[in-house]
């Protein structure tokens, strides 16, 4: 038998196989290492200079924990943090609320469910800041189409001021990211549903069970494992989310609608503090991870990995 | 080889060296290109001039070309500073007046003042430009001071029953009975109360100032806790909570329903009137403006020129020629003919200008009366930390009207605050 001389006929070989497997992965490490571990190693180094405005080529700063001790001991952040906690609670429970409802609803048979499925999904294809921008006009305190709804109707008897009012502002902005996220919900469940075998259904079914007993003993646990990814990448959104809520209130009135998302490009852009900015970045981050880390680990216990 | 061939040679190299050289430079002249960002590149009224100031500037340097770039005023700074992080400024530097100390801070941009005391522009009266001096430098040359106006529109003050008010109390009269009047369709008055803290805070600056008071002191010492700063809050509460005008809406989006007509009176810059244009034929005769009813006008620089710091000496001296070309005496009178607003040099309204334009006059007796009184909309004391302290303001204002607290102790928490934010 002839040996293949050609140099890299070398990694075919049974015991190169890691350095292959090294070789193949590489473009894609050097490429996550560019957009992620980079910029996220400079957010770290800016996080720990107390640096207002950064500058390419600049002196580096002495490191100093001040960001992280004025972040701890902020009024603002931690209500920044309890603002994104209140559009976490409210918008995730939302767009399941919503989305289950209409997977259930669209996994149906029924005359036009393929236009159904379409409509269902259209939100999540207009693009955010066009969809907020609608959302804003929608609910002008003063002329907007709501607000001509509900004293057409003889609902409210003067206009609503929905973006000058804390609690109303936080309403329309949940609302504004449930209608924008809850197709994200509906698409994963329903591809979850289809996947159900009819048979454990039709099982149920014999064994006398309603329709309310096989959707709370057969439906909810076969969809367990899509919730729970469904869960942690509708988190993810609500928190870094930005546009929505900037477009529609600013963050205001008196900070009701202020996000972290909001805060952090508030302290950078705004105020520039860029080193704060960092800190706060790097914090939500920090959360970020560790809420996913638990939900991707209780899944995995749950058989889900 | 000979000598002299080699030397010959040796020669002919050089030459060709020599020549490609110079046409490389020629061309290097010939393609020079300066970047201008500005947000006034469209607009109704200041993009005519720059455009026309532009076409001369090229004209007078041939084979250099000015790249004028529009970037929307919210993004403004935030690109700027973009640029200048890294390392890649404009070459002209277009700045609103109340964000630039934060590039002089960083030592972005050049001290304008030798090159002034070389052979720049006359600056004395020249209007607000004691703005661009900052620490002992001058960093930028003012290109726009105004004085606030109101605009009103006289159907809807007719329909209510009442003439252009000239004091506090007859604006608040007017402003209800146009409410009154317009049953839900239109509003007494527009103004700025959401997001947007600056605005926010120049249009509340407008009570605050008929009142008697003003954020800080000479020194910049905070002054919000004085009782003419108070009854300044409660004329902007009483404002929004007797429903006179339309709540949480922006200053862009109340100028467009004045020109719709749904607004009867709005307190804005000479900037306004040419939106006016937009409006409707049936409509457009009806708005008109006046001097502002308040007893001093909100005033201020609007917008400077600035040259970067870290330009190569070559371009700085373009740059420079491009300023001296824009504040130049022939162009200044340009500005106001064209965008009917006025110009910072002295002298630049002349008669054959006010003729054709005699709202003009209203316009220069607001600035004046401003610019008698010394005010700005950036509060000494706060140059640096100005986004801040309207953050802090603004916030305390909306929750004195949403909750409808005490302008007194609104007052109060507003200047422990700010206090704060100046000692940090």
Avoid at chain 1, 207 to 230: E, K
Avoid at chain 2, 377 to 402: C, D, H, S, W
């Amino acid at each position: 038998m002839t040996a293949d001389r050609r140099p890299w006929s070398v990694l075919w070989r049974p015991s190169a196989r890691r350095w292959l497997g090294a070789l193949l992965m590489a473009p894609c490490a050097i490429m996550v290492l560019l957009l992620i571990v980079y910029p996220l190693a400079v957010a770290l180094d800016l996080s720990f200079q107390k640096l207002r405005i950064m500058r390419v080529g600049a002196q580096r700063l002495p490191y100093t924990l001040d960001n992280y001790d004025r972040l701890l001991h902020s009024p603002d952040f931690w209500h920044a943090a309890g603002v994104s906690l209140a559009f976490v609670l409210v918008v995730t429970a939302g767009c399941f609320a919503v989305g289950l409802s209409a997977a259930l609803l669209v996994n149906q048979s029924f005359p036009g469910r393929r236009i159904a499925r379409l409509l269902v999904a259209l939100p999540w294809a207009v693009p955010e800041v066009v969809a907020a921008t609608i959302w804003a006009w929608m609910f002008d305190g003063s002329f907007g189409l709501i607000n001509w709804l509900l004293l057409q109707s003889g609902l409210v008897q003067a206009p609503i001021a929905w973006l000058s009012q804390p609690g109303e502002a936080f309403i329309v902005c949940a609302a504004a990211l449930i209608w924008s996220g809850y197709p994200f919900v509906a698409v994963m469940a329903l591809a979850g549903l289809q996947a159900i075998p009819p048979a454990l259904y039709e099982a149920a079914q014999i064994d006398g069970a309603h329709a309310g007993q096989r959707f709370r003993y057969v439906t909810l646990p076969a969809l367990r494992p899509v919730c729970m990814i469904a869960l942690v990448l509708v988190v993810l959104r609500v928190v870094r989310d930005f546009a929505t809520v900037f477009v529609i209130s600013g963050g205001g009135p008196v900070g009701a609608t202020r996000s972290l998302a909001i805060y952090t490009y508030e302290q950078a852009f705004s105020f520039y503090n860029i080193g704060y900015a960092a800190a706060i970045g790097l914090v939500t981050l920090a959360l970020c991870a560790v809420f996913s880390g638990a939900v991707v680990r209780r899944s995995t216990e749950g058989g889900l990995a | 080889m000979p000598s002299f061939l080699r030397r010959s040679l040796v020669a002919a190299f050089l030459t060709l060296a020599f020549a490609s050289q110079a046409i490389c430079a020629s061309q290097a002249i010939a393609q020079t290109k300066l970047r201008f960002y500005s947000w006034q590149t469209d607009d109704q009224s200041n993009s005519i001039w720059w455009q026309a100031v532009n076409k001369a500037f090229e004209e007078a340097h041939p084979g250099v070309t000015i790249d004028f770039v529009k970037v929307p005023r919210d993004d403004f700074a935030d690109t700027m500073m973009v640029m200048f992080s890294g390392n890649t400024p404009p070459d002209i530097v277009h700045l609103a007046s109340f964000e630039f100390h934060a590039f002089a801070e960083q030592d972005w941009l050049e001290d304008l003042g030798p090159w002034i005391a070389k052979d720049g522009p006359d600056l004395k009266g020249w209007a607000g430009q004691g703005i661009c001096s900052w620490q002992g430098k001058i960093y930028c040359i003012n290109l726009n001071y105004f004085g606030y106006l109101l605009f009103y529109n006289e159907a809807l003050l007719k329909a209510a029953g009442v003439g252009v008010p000239t004091n506090w109390e007859e604006y608040l009269d007017a402003a209800r009975k146009m409410t009154a009047a317009g049953g839900g369709n239109s509003f007494g008055v527009g103004l700025h109360t959401t997001a947007g803290p600056g605005q926010y805070l120049t249009e509340l600056l407008a009570c605050v100032l008929d009142a008697g008071g003003y954020w800080t002191d000479k020194s910049g010492k905070p002054t919000i806790d004085q009782p003419a700063v108070i009854e300044g809050l409660r004329r902007w509460k009483q404002l929004q909570t007797e429903h006179l005008t339309p709540m949480g809406v922006k200053g862009e989006d109340i100028r467009q329903l004045f020109v719709e007509g749904r607004i009867g009176m709005r307190l804005d810059g000479p900037w306004m009137w040419g939106l006016l244009a937009k409006a409707k034929p049936e409509l457009r005769d009806s708005l008109k403006v006046a001097l502002s009813p308040t007893t001093v006008p909100v005033g201020g620089a609007s917008n400077v020129i600035a040259m970067p710091a870290s330009l190569p000496p070559e371009r700085k001296k373009l740059v420079w020629e491009f300023i001296k070309l824009i504040t130049s005496p022939h162009w200044q009178e340009q500005y106001v003919a064209l965008t009917g607003q006025l110009a910072p040099r002295p002298g630049s309204l002349t008669p054959a200008i006010l003729a054709q334009k005699p709202f003009l006059a209203t316009f220069q007796a607001s600035q004046d009366k401003a610019a008698a009184a010394g005010v700005d909309r950036l509060p000494k004391g706060f140059e640096t930390k100005y986004n801040e302290f309207a953050k802090i303001v603004t916030e305390e204002a909306q929750r004195m009207v949403i909750d409808n607290a005490d302008p007194a102790s609104v007052a109060r928490r507003m200047q422990q605050r700010v206090t704060e934010l100046q000692s940090n």
